[in-house]
């Protein structure tokens, strides 16, 4: 268990470091045991230590003598148990996926990458107030079939088989999102075709990430 909250800190200080998200907001977990190890609420990342990292369970269950969640633990309680396939998730709040989300809308395929999130576009997830039920089961419905999505008016999330992919892969949502607004100021972008998605999505399959 000491590696793994070692290995969280480490990537909740490149939320910082690599710009995804500022000072305390955003949140990082991974699954363990019968739950997972979440970052705490309100501690910035650059401060956090070993033991302020805490567990909770699949059920819900955390031991408040040992620390407070991110506010947004549910989300992650939700993600872990019905996806067997996710073992961590980040949640940032990117500056160009977070400008994209607050017009409520999802990133189409302009661009071939937008198949590392799992799909033929990127969804995105409708608003509800942090930390509620709400906003676990919009964004539920937004990654059926997807590895991350972004979330309205609040940021993205993604998820994977360790925190190195998951984390790569917020970073490729960041720049696609990016790209995306990029290509909007020079007007309406080009979109890929369902057919050819597919053959991407294929060829996705055997991408080695992390």
Request: hydrophobic share 35%.
């Amino acid at each position: 268990m000491k590696n793994l909250r070692s290995e969280i800190i480490k990537y909740s200080k490149m939320l910082n470091s690599k710009k995804l998200s500022a000072l305390r907001s955003g949140n990082i977990s991974s699954r363990y045991k019968d739950g997972f190890l979440i970052t705490p609420s309100g501690k910035k990342y650059s401060a956090l230590k070993n033991n302020d990292i805490v567990f909770v369970s699949l059920n819900g269950y955390f031991d408040k003598k040992k620390g407070i969640p991110s506010s947004e633990w549910k989300f992650h309680q939700d993600i872990y148990r019905s996806k067997k396939e996710a073992k961590a998730i980040v949640h940032a709040h990117s500056t160009c996926a977070t400008a994209v989300s607050t017009h409520k809308r999802g990133i189409p395929p302009f661009h071939y990458m937008v198949a590392m999130a799992g799909g033929h576009d990127i969804k995105c997830a409708k608003y509800a107030t942090f930390g509620t039920r709400e906003l676990s089961k919009n964004i539920l419905k937004a990654l059926k079939g997807r590895k991350a999505c972004l979330i309205s008016n609040h940021g993205q999330i993604a998820f994977e088989e360790n925190l190195s992919k998951a984390f790569e892969l917020a970073e490729e949502v960041e720049n696609i999102s990016l790209q995306y607004i990029t290509s909007l100021k020079l007007g309406k972008p080009k979109i890929l075709s369902i057919k050819e998605m597919k053959k991407v999505l294929s060829k996705a399959k055997n991408y080695k990430r992390g």
